[in-house]
């Protein structure tokens, strides 16, 4: 006899499940992860396609985010992403820090048009993938110290920002789908 499978729940906030890498990261894995940050422009220029202001400014979910705060925080994002990239490249495991990404939120600069942080989007995905196409298995051993996560080497962030694109993406789409859009 068989039992039935246990179900997951939809969680809103982590509509692709929360980031959990493999233990071991394979060429495989980063060959995906970087194709993942190559297509993220398209697909979060495409995920907003068409959306009116009223809909850009609706949360994905209560007490979330709107639309275009996740667009301007996917550019804040990952310009701080490439440039942590930048100094792990050219500094023996710099710190980094972090930063209060809801208080960015709620900046006056979040009330922008998002094409301002597509085109932001688009251009640091351009020069991070010209990045990360090129590096050596000596550059892939570096990394950051971030002074709440510890030690993080390049592989587990090219990963984490992979995700961190599938998941700001898929709170449009479940959005749209719920909302008829």
Known sequence: MSTPSSVTAYDPRYPIGKFAP??????????????????????????????SDEQLDTPYRDGGWTVRQLVHHIADSHATALH?????????????????????????????????????????HARWGMLLTHMTDEQWDR??????????????????????????????????VKMGW
Do not use: C
């Open 22 to 51: 493999p233990a071991d990261i394979t060429a495989e894995d980063l060959r995906f992860a970087i194709q993942t940050l190559a297509e993220e422009p398209e697909q979060l220029r495409d995920a907003v396609r068409d959306l």
């Open 84 to 124: 942590r990239f930048k100094r792990a490249l050219t500094e023996d495991w710099p710190e980094v820090h972090g930063y209060n990404e809801g208080a960015f939120a709620t900046l006056h600069d979040v009330t922008a048009p998002v094409e301002w942080s597509l085109e932001e989007v688009e251009a640091v």
């Open 143 to 176: 990394g950051v110290r971030h002074s709440q996560r510890g030690k993080m080497g390049l592989e587990l962030l090219t990963m984490l920002y992979a995700w961190h694109s599938q998941h700001h993406v898929a709170h449009v789409t479940h959005l749209r």
